[in-house]
């Protein structure tokens, strides 16, 4: 059956003192937004609909990014949630199947519990999401009656017989999208907030012989953020999830409170990860890999047997086969490293291909940067590029070619060639002491006259 996915996220979120819209805030590398449509992502959604308030372009951007079907819908004026859904309306209006309402600022929902509300809906016609709370707090509070929902209070609205319900309201409602849209017209604004608040449809529904439930979750998904203080709760909660899951995974981390994860980071099994290790967005640890204390890597693979670090950096486009080495102070970037080369040292490999086995030298730079345009540097197979060596791209290094120390290499190099330019080296005998001597005399003489 066909599910639309409406995603709220028109609020100001002014506490999070922002010119950012709240739901493009990151956890662990990704939008909040984000979060929220991978959350439904396994029900592949036909439609999903971002209600947006200020910089409605900003998460559109972020929200096609994921889904290029994505559509946002402008909530130009916040009147409450129920007026926020109400947004989606035109764009659903020929929508047969169920729509599922989520928080933009509510990243943890788990998919399992999406699937749970959406069987639900086989036998009730509005579904919502409750959670027990440890403190209830300001939290919509659900009215119960056996497995029927009553319907939901507002904690402002609410009498202190409701306020000491402790089964609140996440947020997270399912209906059939026509039924949805059909509740949401008759909700009024004649409350304390004076809002229109999406929970007075299940009081709807429920007078119009429509049966009403509610699915719980762990209040733990239910996680809501408001302030920057909430957005690094969000991200340590997360960052200690992907570590349990990397190590149930049979991923050895030394010290997994030092890594830091991304929301896609995939480690293979085996794989070994030193302390103070970041990985960005967009990273693949294949099986058996060791990524070395203080590396940074971001939109990279790494395949097999490869080891990195310390200290490398590993930027997007960087590719390492089986069995490379990458060393300390080494930043890779746009570059296939091919099966077992070593770039060991001090050394900018950028936009370039390495063959398998050749050998790169410490201090070794791919110049590939003329000020305007980026271009290719392409190194064949065992090689050895002495250390110190410039290659100004666009250059080619032939198989079994070598490079001597300190050569700046302008043109390319055959297969099996020697490229050597440098100046050659002269050597005047005693000339040194003879210096030395000279300057001195300089020296003590300038002190004299001070
Ligand atoms: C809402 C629920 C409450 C529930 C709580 C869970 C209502 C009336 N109340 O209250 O029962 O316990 O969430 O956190 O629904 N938004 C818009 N446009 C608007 C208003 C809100 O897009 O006009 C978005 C916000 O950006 C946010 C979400 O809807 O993502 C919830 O709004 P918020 O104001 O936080 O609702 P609460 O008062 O917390
Ligand atoms: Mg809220």
Partial sequence: MSLALIILGAGKGTRMKSDLPKVLHEVAGAPMLVHAMKSAAALSPERTIVVAGHGAEQVEAAAIAFDDAARVVLQTEQLGTAHAVAQAKSVLSDHEGDSIVLYGDTPFIEPDTIATMVAARKTH??????????????????????????????????SEAERAITLCNSGVVCAKTDVLFDLIDAVGNENASGEYYLTDIVEIARSRGLSATAVTCDESETLGVNSRAQLADADAIFQDKMRSEALENGVTLQAPATVYFSHDTVIGRDAFIEPNVVFGPGVTVESAARIRAFSHLEGCHVSQNAIVGPYARLRPGAELAEDVRVGNFVEIKNAQVEAGAKVNHLTYVGDARVGARSNIGAGTITCNYDGVMKHHTDIGADTFIGSNTLLVAPVK??????????????????????????????????LAVKLFAKLKAQKAKLKKGA
């Avoid at 119960?144 to 209070?153: A, E, F, H, S, T």
């Fill in 125 to 158: 016609d509005v579904v919502i999401l409750g959670f027990n709370a440890a403190d209830p707090g300001r939290y919509g509070r659900l009215v119960m009656n056996g497995d029927q929902l009553q319907k939901i209070v507002e904690f402002k609205d609410a």
């Fill in 397 to 430: 290094v032939g198989d079994n070619a070598m490079t001597a120390s300190g050569t700046v290499v302008t043109s390319d190099i055959p297969d099996a060639a020697l490229a050597l330019a440098r100046t050659p080296q002269v050597n005047k005998p005693g």
